[in-house]
T-cell receptor, first 111, second 114 residues
């Protein structure tokens, strides 16, 4: 079973920051938080991952709470092309490549 | 660097037939995983191969099988197709070297069983 809880859908105005929350209250000390997104009918795309420090790359920022029980993916300036299902996943990096996907959050970017 | 490629992209079969799907990982990646995606069940893990050995297996019947070749290319086979096997089949590759071994997904093969 997926170890994360996400809202089923969210709306965000184009050009604004999209903040996608994720709860992972049972996360273990050696588990990372990963984010993927899937644009309609395409394969999932890796976005970012982190352990306990906040992370930023060219696509997004990942903010992990101090107790690591929740995190937020931030898309700083959402565009229509960011419309997708976003999956938050916890897994032990390097141990195996099995990903347990939950239902994800369907993000709608509004023009 | 070329991404993960999957062939064919679309496939139509009838019940009872068998099908073979192919996946070529990113150059240098030795791990290949397969997933099934349906509207009802979402994305589900099928199996993972690393260096020609199956390392992980999901909860699918024995009709679903796979293999990996010495060049890391992988195939999955579904025998005695059922209507419920209609799905998008995704392949993902990773370097599996430890920290940061994110998986890179291919575009998928959409299988329709009539």
């Amino acid at each position: 079973d997926a170890k994360t809880t996400q809202p089923p859908s969210m709306d965000c105005a184009e050009g604004r920051a999209a903040n996608l929350p994720c709860n992972h209250s049972t996360i273990s000390g050696n588990e990372y938080v990963y984010w993927y997104r899937q644009i309609h009918s395409q394969g999932p795309q890796y976005i970012i991952h982190g352990l306990k420090n906040n992370e930023t790359n060219e696509m997004a920022s990942l903010i992990i709470t101090e107790d690591r029980k929740s995190s937020t993916l931030i898309l700083p300036h959402a565009t229509l092309r960011d419309t997708a299902v976003y999956y938050c996943i916890v897994r032990v990096a390097g141990r195996d490549d099995k990903i347990i996907f939950g239902k994800g959050t369907r993000l709608h970017i509004l023009p | 660097k070329a991404g993960v490629t999957q062939t064919p992209r679309y496939l139509i079969k009838t019940r009872g037939q068998q099908v073979t799907l192919s996946c070529s990982p990113i150059s240098g990646h030795r791990s290949v995983s397969w997933y099934q995606q349906t509207p009802g069940q979402g994305l589900q893990f099928l199996f993972e191969y690393f260096s020609e050995t199956q390392r992980n297996k999901g909860n699918f019947p024995g009709r679903f099988s796979g293999r990996q070749f010495s060049n890391s290319r992988s195939e999955m086979n579904v025998s005695t197709l059922e209507l419920g096997d209609s799905a998008l089949y995704l392949c993902a590759s990773s370097s599996r070297t430890g920290y940061g071994n994110e998986q890179f997904f291919g575009p998928g093969t959409r299988l329709t069983v009539l």
